[in-house]
T-cell receptor, first 117, second 118 residues
Framework: AQTVTQSQPEMSVQEAETVTLSCTYDTSENNYYLFWYKQPPSRQMILVIRQEAYKQQNATENRFSVNFQKAAKSFSLKISDSQLGDTAMYFCAFMKGVAGANSKLTFGKGITLSVRP | GAVVSQHPSRVICKSGTSVKIECRSLDFQATTMFWYRQFPKQSLMLMATSNEGSKATYEQGVEKDKFLINHASLTLSTLTVTSAHPEDSSFYIC??????????????FGPGTRLLVL
């Protein structure tokens, strides 16, 4: 079975600063996908970024980037130029490299990020 | 694109009644939909995987007779909480992935339904 660990329950960052959210996972799979989802106070889950395990290049989406270390099973999210709208709960998630009904997500416990004005 | 809706967004019901929650993929077809439950400040707990045209697959510990799932079309899955009790009060979220059959298809989430059982 897969596990996803987010050991930091809360973090705070000053607006315009950079913050890194940690995530580690454990799996015996070789082909898999990793995701970061954001859940703001509205509770709508929003995809932030995804990473294919077979790709060595770290994924980037505007101010969001990941540091994917496959050997270390680490998948951290870096948020640059933090904005007030980044205040949310962030979940790291794992998906096995299969299609259809078996492609369920395993979530970490989440981290609450607060951006200070 | 990839919008998922849920209805209702909030429901209050009396203990013992049944409540139906709908999950729709608005601009894509979804062979597979997932139902989650989330308590405040906690992570999402997968309840079941909903497969179009077949029976749902429930996670261990989830009562399939209490949480009835129907996935009648490629754009609609429903979750019915039968004989609801106060301990069923929670936030229920659905997600859907496109019916492409591709590996690693991203899941898109609905806005959630807050259920309160009195």
């Amino acid at each position: 079975a897969q596990t996803v660990t987010q050991s930091q329950p809360e973090m705070s960052v000053q607006e315009a600063e950079t913050v890194t959210l940690s995530c580690t996972y454990d799996t015996s799979e070789n082909n898999y996908y990793l995701f970061w989802y954001k859940q703001p106070p509205s509770r709508q889950m929003i995809l932030v970024i995804r990473q294919e395990a077979y790709k060595q290049q770290n994924a980037t989406e505007n101010r969001f980037s990941v540091n994917f270390q496959k050997a270390a099973k680490s998948f951290s999210l870096k948020i640059s130029d933090s904005q007030l709208g980044d205040t949310a709960m962030y979940f790291c998630a794992f998906m096995k490299g299969v299609a259809g009904a078996n492609s369920k997500l395993t979530f970490g416990k989440g981290i609450t990020l607060s951006v200070r004005p | 694109g990839a919008v998922v809706s849920q209805h209702p967004s909030r429901v209050i019901c009396k203990s013992g009644t049944s409540v139906k929650i709908e999950c729709r993929s608005l601009d894509f077809q979804a062979t597979t939909m997932f139902w989650y439950r989330q308590f405040p400040k906690q992570s999402l707990m997968l309840m079941a995987t909903s497969n179009e045209g077949s029976k749902a697959t429930y996670e261990q510990g989830v009562e399939k007779d209490k949480f009835l799932i129907n996935h009648a079309s490629l754009t609609l899955s429903t979750l019915t909480v039968t004989s609801a009790h106060p301990e069923d009060s929670s936030f229920y979220i659905c997600s859907a992935s496109q019916a492409s059959g591709r590996i690693g298809e991203t899941q898109y989430f609905g806005p959630g339904t807050r259920l309160l059982v009195l």
